[in-house]
T-cell receptor, first 111, second 112 residues
Framework: AQRVTQPEKLLSVFKGAPVELKCNYS??????LFWYVQYSRQRLQLLLR??SRESIKGFTADLNKGETSFHLKKPFAQEEDSAMYYC?????????????FGQGTILTVHP | KAGVTQTPRYLIKTRGQQVTLSCSPI?????VSWYQQTPGQGLQFLFE???????NKGNFPGRFSGRQFSNSRSEMNVSTLELGDSALYLC???????????FGPGTRLTVT
């Protein structure tokens, strides 16, 4: 079974501070991991995926297969980063394309 | 390119009725997935269609069904509505079968 856990429902930081949103997963095969973001009054959108190894809007995430984690990090948070962040997993084989989401973390960046 | 569109955006139905929601994917996208979002359960996968065939199905009762047309547009149907079906239903499209999905704004269904 696929499972994604985001242990923090709420996360508050001040502008300029580092931020880390935690994500742990459970999957027996080789998953693909993603971070999706939803800004206020906007639709859910892809932020980044682990296989691209890109940095988007200053965010990075490294897949740690040993710890089954895919934490999202940014060294200096900005107020415009305030949003709901979802970690998601796509399995392989017949589960490819089926996204399993975590419960989400609401990030608030204070001025 | 226009994004994923969903109609209607809001819907109020009575318990026991049925409802049909519509999704138009991004032009050129051939895969459509549906998700249910509720405060308690979060985002849950309903099903995925590709080339008019259901490729994946989530753990929902048979009252939830869907289909995809030759132009890739998709509909989902919920029969015998229950109060617990009140949710935001999200549609997402992708170029082919795959997890890099583009989401629509959702249809807010309220069952009274």
């Amino acid at each position: 079974a696929q499972r994604v856990t985001q242990p923090e429902k709420l996360l508050s930081v001040f502008k300029g501070a580092p931020v880390e949103l935690k994500c742990n997963y459970s999957y027996s095969g080789s998953p693909e991991l993603f971070w999706y973001v939803q800004y206020s009054r906007q639709r859910l959108q892809l932020l980044l995926r682990h296989i691209s190894r890109e940095s988007i809007k200053g965010f990075t995430a490294d897949l740690n297969k040993g710890e089954t984690s895919f934490h999202l990090k940014k060294p200096f948070a900005q107020e415009e980063d305030s949003a709901m962040y979802y970690c998601a997993l796509s399995g392989s084989g017949t589960s490819y394309g089926k996204l399993t989401f975590g419960q989400g973390t609401i990030l608030t960046v204070h001025p | 390119k226009a994004g994923v569109t969903q109609t209607p955006r809001y819907l109020i139905k009575t318990r026991g009725q049925q409802v049909t929601l519509s999704c138009s994917p991004i032009s050129g996208h051939r895969s459509v997935s549906w998700y249910q979002q509720t405060p308690g359960q979060g985002l849950q996968f309903l099903f995925e269609y590709f080339s008019e065939t259901q490729r994946n199905k989530g753990n929902f009762p048979g009252r939830f069904s869907g289909r995809q047309f030759s132009n890739s547009r998709s509909e989902m149907n919920v029969s015998t509505l229950e109060l617990g079906d009140s949710a935001l239903y999200l549609c997402a499209s992708s170029l082919a079968l795959g997890p890099e999905q583009y989401f629509g704004p959702g249809t807010r269904l309220t069952v009274t």
